[in-house]
């Protein structure tokens, strides 16, 4: 009784955000400002928690909503939304659809490269609903399509909208983000070999889509984890899925160019680019925001300190919290990445031939399409913060590891996949469990690198059947009112990876790792 009490009382504001969210069908951000209500009155009136300290906690949740992670959010989206505008991103579809007739190339192309590409540069949902669209426009059937994005979608999360989530992560838990990167993206790379295989067999009928198709299937998905692995571990987490996504489209593309003549044709697409040619200068201008981001944050990185380390001093430390003195958040206001792609974006736009009056337009429609998104996010990151300074995050990890003790493990990657499949977001998810993860990983005495990189492990699974990413899939007209028919066929493979994610983290916590 003594762990029961606190355990329930702490877990309230998630429940809330369960019932609110799933039961009672809430917009997420009167959902998310509901969990923000019953974690304050629960603070002071349990955790007794002075007003002072719950609204300073409040504040500097905010303030890191605010800054990096709602200036990302609005710069990821924004670079994409300049090559809509522009039409440029018509000149991409082009590109990516003249390899190959073949429906299952294309799935690995379209929904597993570019997909991942779209979801490293801007996330929320961009990825799963563009290369949907595209592959119904080029003849395969709807419900498979949208079933290949949301597959394709689940892995690459983690390191989402230049790698927010992790970057979070580490924030809230005082972990370092390239040693952090590193263990995530080590844990996620057999997920990311098998999940090519798995998008070929979707659309292949089964086991003989594979005809064919197993050299370049392994190519895809070896080149995006071996490529995510080694970024992880030279430039930390925000570049790990945009570099991975390109090396993985490279390869690919060439590998079907290198068997495609011997690839057995199953379902073939009508696929009127195939074998279009773009001339370099359009590619260049449409790809031109894509390859500055890319460019720009590689040598701000840590792979070229003479760029990086004065760019990084221009920070701010500052005490927010009132309860702990040494509890300090840094600002750092050049070499950010919401900064840099915000540059990047504008620079891209004016080479697309946008005005300063068109980058406005954009600019303003982007911060009013992600309005409810930001909105959310202060919230949860509010809510978080009151959650783990009040002791709240304490009392639930305690009672978990009291219950389950050296089991917990097994448990660690099912919270991050509930918090994603709740709130629709891998950041949200690593807000409310990441220090849940770390406690418990003290507690049993396991590394707290392993336990908080399975939470975003978890995430993974959790974001393939996420109501919120169905929705944004089934926005087609051909797709309209399929959710739960397109829940019911991706939950199996959801499900299938959070069993393996659970053996996988208790295997490594037995082993050490």
């Known amino acids: 009784m003594d ?59 905010v303030l890191m ?48 490269c570019f997909g991942g590409f779209l979801e490293g540069m801007a996330g929320f949902g961009t990825a799963v ?13 709807p419900l498979k399509a949208v079933l290949v994005c949301l597959l394709a979608n689940g892995v690459p999360t983690m390191f989402g909208s230049i790698g927010i989530p992790t970057t979070t992560l580490a924030s809230i838990t005082d972990l370092d983000a390239t040693q952090l990167a590193l263990t995530q993206a080590l844990q996620v790379a057999p997920f990311v070999v098998a999940t090519p295989f798995l998008i070929v067999m979707l659309v292949g009928n089964g086991p003989k889509g594979m005809r064919g198709m197993v050299p370049l299937t392994l190519l895809s998905g070896v080149s995006m984890a071996a490529a995510e692995i080694a970024t992880a571990a030279v430039a930390g987490a925000d570049l790990p899925m945009v570099v991975a996504s390109v090396v993985s489209l490279v390869v690919t593309f060439a590998a079907a160019k290198a068997f495609g003549h011997k690839i057995d044709l199953l379902h073939p697409a009508h696929n009127p680019n195939h074998g279009a040619k773009v001339e370099t200068a359009r590619a260049l201008r449409a790809w031109s925001p894509f390859i500055l981001v890319f460019v720009v944050l590689v040598i701000t990185s840590k792979m070229v300190p003479a760029i990086n380390t004065p760019l990084s001093a221009i920070k701010s430390t500052v005490n927010i919290y009132q309860g702990d003195p040494e509890a300090t958040l840094t600002f750092t206001w050049i070499n950010t990445p919401g900064v840099l792609i915000l540059l990047c974006g504008i620079a891209g736009a004016l080479i697309q031939g946008c005005t300063a009056a068109e980058i406005g337009q954009v600019l303003g429609e982007t911060v009013k399409q992600m309005s409810k998104t930001i909105a959310t996010m202060l919230a949860i990151l509010a809510c978080a913060k009151i959650m783990g300074y009040s002791g709240m995050i304490a009392s639930i990890a305690a009672f978990f590891v009291g219950t389950l003790g050296d089991f917990y493990p097994l448990v660690a990657p ?30 049993i005495g396991a590394d707290p690198y392993w336990l908080a990189a399975s939470n975003s492990l978890g995430v993974s699974a959790g974001k393939m059947i996420s109501p919120q990413n169905i929705a944004i899939g089934c926005s087609s007209k051909e797709l309209a009112g399929r959710d739960a028919e397109v829940l019911s066929r991706v939950a199996p493979y959801a499900a299938a990876f959070a069993a393996l994610m659970a053996v996988l ?9």
Do not use: C
């Open 3 to 61: 762990l029961l009490l606190p355990f329930v009382l702490g877990l309230l504001p998630i429940v809330w955000l369960v019932v609110a969210l799933v039961g009672l069908k809430m917009q997420a951000p009167v959902a998310a400002a509901g969990a923000l209500a019953v974690a304050a009155v629960l603070a002071l009136a349990w955790w007794h928690m002075t007003p002072v300290n719950l609204l300073t906690a409040a504040l500097e949740g």
């Open 65 to 112: 909503a605010l800054w990096p992670i709602v200036i990302v959010i609005i710069a990821a989206v924004f670079t994409y939304n300049v090559t809509v505008h522009t039409g440029a991103i018509e000149t991409i579809k082009v590109m990516l659809t003249s390899v190959s007739s073949h429906q299952r190339v294309l799935a690995l192309l379209i929904g597993w």
């Open 129 to 141: 609903a563009i290369p949907t669209a595209m592959m119904i426009a080029l003849g395969f059937d």
């Open 414 to 443: 099912l919270l991050g996949a509930l918090g994603t499949f709740v709130t629709g977001s891998g950041t949200s998810s690593e807000v409310l469990f990441g220090n849940v993860q770390v406690s418990a990983a003290q507690s």
């Open 505 to 513: 983290v208790y295997a490594g916590t037995l082993l050490g790792l």
